[in-house]
């Protein structure tokens, strides 16, 4: 289990791990929660060079689509393969597990890390 509080969160419920010259992506908790069952990820942007914002995959949850932002610039070095995930929605693992098995990608990084990154205090106050 990762420390939630020592992770970085954007504004469109990303959370970003940083490992050296490596961020690793997912989706927070709260996103989870809100989108409900999730049926699909579909991420093809592998190798790309995406600058912060641009939308690097989507999210299909019984609710809704979403997309999902890159919360850094950078290339996309791994997308998790554990996504391609089960047929049954209750059991996804990014329902069960957003910050740990759950992560979506792998990106390194292209410059500094953006100052408009929540620690996890801000986040807190941003969905409450």
Not at 31 to 53: F, P, R
């Amino acid at each position: 289990m990762y420390n939630t509080e020592d992770l970085l969160y954007t504004s469109d419920h990303e959370w970003v791990r940083i490992e050296g010259d490596i961020a690793i992506v997912g989706i927070t908790d709260y996103a989870q929660t809100e989108l409900g069952d999730i049926v699909y990820v579909d991420i093809n942007s592998l190798g790309e060079t995406l600058e912060q914002h641009e939308i690097f995959g989507t999210i299909e949850a019984v609710k809704a689509v979403s997309d999902l932002f890159m919360p850094i610039s950078g290339t996309i070095v791994e997308v998790n393969s554990a996504l391609e995930g089960s047929e049954d929605s209750s059991n996804h693992v990014v329902n069960k597990d957003p910050y740990g098995k759950g992560w979506m990608i792998k990106i390194k990084i292209g410059g500094t890390i953006p100052d408009n990154l929540m620690n996890a205090a801000d986040y807190r106050k941003m969905i409450s």
